[in-house]
């Protein structure tokens, strides 16, 4: 594994207790029943697809820098697919946790186009990945 690779898959290691961290505060807040999560149906839904998207797409990044070494892509092109990979399980949950901040939101406000900007990111990054392993 080259050590731009390596590096990235060290920061992304480094997000997984932050991952964890989301899972037990959306639990105290059950546990709990801290106002503006289960009595706000909005807020309740974005943050678990947050909380959802940020485990899952932590782990596809870490998988993925696996075979973007592997890639018959130039430098600058890997460097693109590996930065696209893992700007999505950044702000895809971002976008899902700060469009609703506030207890009392009851709509995403405009950081909810963070989602879609990270689905872009995704995309473009295992396409160019795919087109390299092709």
């Known amino acids: 594994m080259s050590p731009s690779s390596l590096s990235t ?22 546990m709990r029943n801290l106002p503006g999560y289960l009595d706000n149906p909005v807020r309740r ?4 697809a947050g909380h959802a998207h940020a485990g899952v797409l932590v782990l596809f990044a870490l998988v993925a820098l696996l075979y973007i070494d592997q890639a018959d892509l130039s430098d600058g092109i890997r460097g693109l697919a590996r930065t696209l990979i893992v700007a999505a399980p950044i702000l ?4 899902f946790f700060l469009s609703v901040v506030r207890p009392s939101d009851t709509e995403p406000n405009k950081l909810i186009w963070l989602v879609p900007l990270g689905g872009v990111s ?7 990945l795919g087109i390299g392993l092709v």
């Open 45 to 48: 839904g974005l943050w678990r």
């Open 122 to 128: 995704l995309a473009a990054g295992t396409l160019l």
């Open 92 to 95: 895809m949950p971002l976008g």
């Open 9 to 30: 898959a060290g920061v992304l290691l480094i997000t997984v207790p932050a991952v964890a961290f989301g899972g037990v505060s959306l639990l105290t807040h059950i």
